[in-house]
């Protein structure tokens, strides 16, 4: 009797139970090169329902059973992928998604199940697509010019690859490639004499970059580490790219038995037609050229079970760059000064500066699997730069007094008083060799899918010679003044021991922690120095949208060469670690709008230093005092939304502000009255350090013709507020003065023609092009780099600006084959 009534119920009950059921999909999203993608979206179609990717890369999702399933994953800059969740992947339970870059072709996507990823990336770095640094407008097209419209990143002179981060200086940031540091030229004191910066964009295959609070596998600096991974060439591939400032020409390809990689990349800079825009005339003669060479190998025929990954492979890096700088001045006129009072200074030169430099480094990264979850890296590497600097420059100056337009005078600009000032004389015959070599082994090992413990042994050798002689002096009034005088010879060889351990636990698909400690010791000053860390990063269920993170730590920045020489060429070899304490918070906001992903970014920060090494920026140059007698801060705050606001091309809009100030132990000022006699004396206090630049605004906007994104439009600039300055050696004006705004902004307008590849040849046939017109300094903006300080006949100290680069038009190609 209780038969029927049973199965009434269970077939009522039956779509219930089949639809009702659910089973959890994990999977792991990718980009074309392999790399994990870290808060990718992914979503069940038609439902809000969804998640985000960790550090790793990977997700977990509840799925319906019983009914059609489609997964959809966005990120941005990549093409949005939609998934069918078929039998076979249930039954797996894992899949693999690769994403496409919106700037690439579409090609084939493959989903497949797919095991653990053993690698690790921090959580408070930011992912750039290397792409974007080759179309960018800029003067180089150099790399690190992306770097310049991120939040917190100051970089106020476009004919330099020097930037400052967070109130650091140009000293204070790790650059890495391929586990390898990067070191910048020793003499270079302007921005016309430098050449190349190290990274070659053609050969990148993966950037990260972090303004503060990074892991304890990056070394010992006071504010950014910017880590960049070169290719592993999977076919043969090669880029011709030219223009008005220079070419570069890379190759890739691999061998038959796929075992052996080859990447080969060279650059040629030719800056004559910015150096003629500027205001010395003369004859510049720069000559600025590099080659790099990356090959990597798998020394076992063997593959991993699962993961197949070659169990060992090397990887060997070779770089040699080899720059002339060489000008004759001939005459420089300068107009500076006030609305009521004009000031227009002449100069003629006679005389030269040449400068040169020629820096070779290498290195070797083994990698071996004992088992897929253990593994260890050495890393040798090996630096040689040779560098002289001559200079026998004599300035003849005046100033001329100019009236501006107004109703005593009839014609603007009319000079009515000149003002003979007298002669400069400077002379320098420096040269300096610095060797670096270092030998590093990390160990890996990774007992779950939830944790990862890595640690690493460093040695390093320094030797560094420097013979400096130089002196300037003034002829005026028929006084002539002994301005600076140096001729020593310097020797500094050491030895560094470092050695870091940290552990990264996956707590649930939800939080991620990261901590441990660094320890460095330095045989010079004799200093240990131990560095805890610690990154935490957290999605609340309730709000999968927000990802909030937070990071604390201590970071020491050893002395180098440069922070133990002073002024006056003395080595001061008892000087100690600059300090700083790291706080970092803040918050990612992933949300959907026009159908497309966006991301705003947030961070504040605070940085407490103490020990710290005071200097004075002249142009690219940096003289510290060579002393630990100050201790500083810098707290800020750093906004930056990006996605595609046109659709399918990548954005972005950011914005940082920030205060660094500087209290030296022992300053003065000194208070001069109608009598000018010192009648009192009082600490500074706290003053702005020479990167305190309170606002900056950098933005890079793409825009393409509606139906047609071969034709393209490509905006960027950079708005900050003026950096401080002073007459040098002046420590009652130190920092009182304010250089004007620096503003600039690149348009470029291309046109991409591509080109269908033969079906019977080798596949070696063209492409791509890309042709661009560029607009550099649209606005024309007068931006100050430095200035030079002189004196007329009446002892009267003018500032006199030094300028960048006016307004050009560039003309470039990129030939993709």
Same mark, same amino acid.
């Given at each position: ?193 430098? &050449?190349?910066?190290?990274? !070659? $964009?053609? @050969? %990148?295959? =993966?950037?990260?970059?972090?303004? #503060?609070?990074? *892991? +304890? ?47 080969? &990349?060279?650059?040629?800079? !030719? $800056?004559? @037609? %910015?150096? =003629?825009?500027?205001?010395?005339? #003369?004859?510049? *003669? +720069? ?531």
């Amino acid at each position: 009797m209780l038969v029927k009534p049973v199965l009434w119920l269970f077939c009522l009950l039956f779509p219930v139970l089949v639809f009702g059921q659910t089973t959890t999909l994990t999977g792991l999203v990718v980009d074309e090169i392999g790399t994990p993608l870290q808060y990718a979206n992914v979503t069940i179609k038609g439902n809000t329902r969804g998640t985000q990717t960790n550090a790793q890369g990977k997700f977990t999702l509840t799925i319906p059973t019983g009914q059609e399933v489609f997964i959809q994953v966005k990120f941005i800059g990549f093409r949005e992928q939609v998934v069918q969740i078929n039998k076979t992947i249930l039954l797996a339970k894992e899949i693999k998604v690769m994403l496409v870059s919106n700037s690439q072709n579409l090609s084939t996507i493959t989903i497949s199940g797919v095991n653990s990823y053993t690698g690790t990336s921090s959580n408070n770095t930011m992912r750039l697509n290397p792409r974007i640094s080759k179309e960018m407008p800029s003067v180089f097209n150099d790399f690190n010019k992306v770097l310049a419209t991120l939040p917190g990143v100051v970089s106020n002179n476009e004919l330099s690859s020097t930037y400052s981060v967070r109130g650091g200086n140009y000293d204070e940031n790790l650059v890495y490639v391929n586990g390898m540091e990067i070191y910048r030229p020793f003499l270079v004191s302007n921005a016309q004499q430098e &050449g190349l910066s190290f990274v !070659n $964009p053609d @050969l %990148v295959q =993966n950037i990260q970059f972090s303004t #503060g609070g990074w *892991q +304890p596998l990056y070394g010992d600096k006071l504010s950014s580490v910017l880590s960049i991974e070169y290719k592993k060439p999977r076919k043969f591939a090669g880029s011709v790219t030219g223009g008005l400032m220079g070419g570069a020409l890379h190759l890739e390809t691999i061998s038959k038995n796929k075992r052996t990689t080859y990447l080969l &990349g060279v650059r040629y800079k !030719n $800056p004559q @037609l %910015v150096f =003629n825009s500027l205001e010395t005339n #003369g004859n510049y *003669q +720069p000559n600025f050229l590099d080659a790099q060479a990356y090959i990597t190998h798998n020394l076992s025929k063997k593959l991993l079970p699962q993961t197949n990954q070659p169990k060992t492979t090397i990887g060997i890096l070779a770089s040699v760059a080899r720059n002339r700088y060489e000008v004759i001045p001939s005459y420089r006129e300068t107009s500076f000064g006030t609305t009521d009072r004009i000031v227009r200074l002449g100069i003629q030169f006679n005389g030269y500066e040449r400068m040169e430099y020629e820096t070779y480094q290498g290195g070797v990264h083994l990698k071996h699997f004992f088992k897929k979850s253990v593994s260890t890296e050495i890393i040798g590497s090996a630096l040689l730069t040779r560098e002289r600097e001559l200079r026998d420059i004599a300035a003849t100056y005046a100033f001329y007094e100019v009236a501006p337009l107004d109703n005593r005078v009839k014609v603007k600009n009319d000079v009515v008083r000149n003002v003979e000032a007298g002669t400069n004389f400077e002379h320098a015959r420096n040269t300096l060799t610095a060797k670096i070599f270092t030998l590093e082994n990390r160990y890996t090992w990774q007992p779950s899918n939830q944790s990862n413990l890595q640690a690493g042994f460093k040695f390093s050798r320094e030797i560094v010679g420097d013979a400096v002689k130089e002196y300037s002096l003034t002829d005026s009034a028929d006084f002539i003044t002994l301005n600076r005088h140096v001729a020593s010879q310097l020797n500094l060889h050491s030895f560094r021991y470092q050695a870091f351990g940290q552990h990264t636990w996956q707590i649930d698909s939800l939080r991620s922690l990261t901590y441990g400690i660094r320890t460095n010791y330095w045989t010079v000053n004799q200093e240990w120095l131990i560095s805890p860390r610690v990154q935490y990063t957290a999605i609340l269920p309730r709000k999968p949208d927000w990802i909030f993170k937070a990071a604390a730590g201590y970071y020491y920045q050893p002395p180098f060469y440069r922070e133990l020489r002073n002024a006056a060429a003395e080595l001061n070899t008892n000087l100690k670690a600059q300090k700083s304490l790291h706080l970092v918070l803040g918050a990612d906001y992933h949300f959907i709008q026009w159908s497309r992903p966006f991301k705003l970014s947030t961070e504040i920060y605070f940085k407490n230093l103490s020990n710290v090494v005071p200097y004075e920026v002249d142009n690219v140059r940096l003289r510290y005092f060579a002393q630990n007698n100050a201790k500083a801060y810098a707290a800020g705050l750093d906004l930056r939304v990006n996605g595609e606001f046109i659709n399918g091309a990548e954005s972005w809009f950011s914005i940082g502000i920030m205060s660094t100030k500087e209290n030296i132990a022992g300053d003065s000022t000194i208070y001069d009255l109608e009598t000018f006699k010192k009648i009192n004396k009082q600490p500074l206090g706290y003053l702005r350090r020479p990167t305190d630049q309170r606002v900056t605004f950098g933005f890079y906007f793409q825009d393409h013709i509606p139906n047609n994104p071969s034709l393209k439009l490509y905006l960027n600039g950079v708005v900050g507020t003026g950096l401080p300055f002073s007459p040098p050696g002046n420590e009652s004006l130190r920092n009182q003065f304010n250089m004007p705004f620096y503003r600039r902004v690149d348009v470029g307008f291309s046109k991409l023609l591509t080109f269908r590849a033969s079906e019977s040849g080798s596949g070696k046939s063209l492409e791509s092009l890309w042709l661009s017109l560029e607009v550099l300094n649209l606005i024309a903006a007068n931006n100050v780099v430095s200035y030079s300080y002189l004196k007329d006949i009446y002892n009267v100290t003018y500032a006199v600006p030094n300028y960048l680069s006016s307004r050009l038009v560039n003309l470039r190609f990129i030939a993709r084959f």
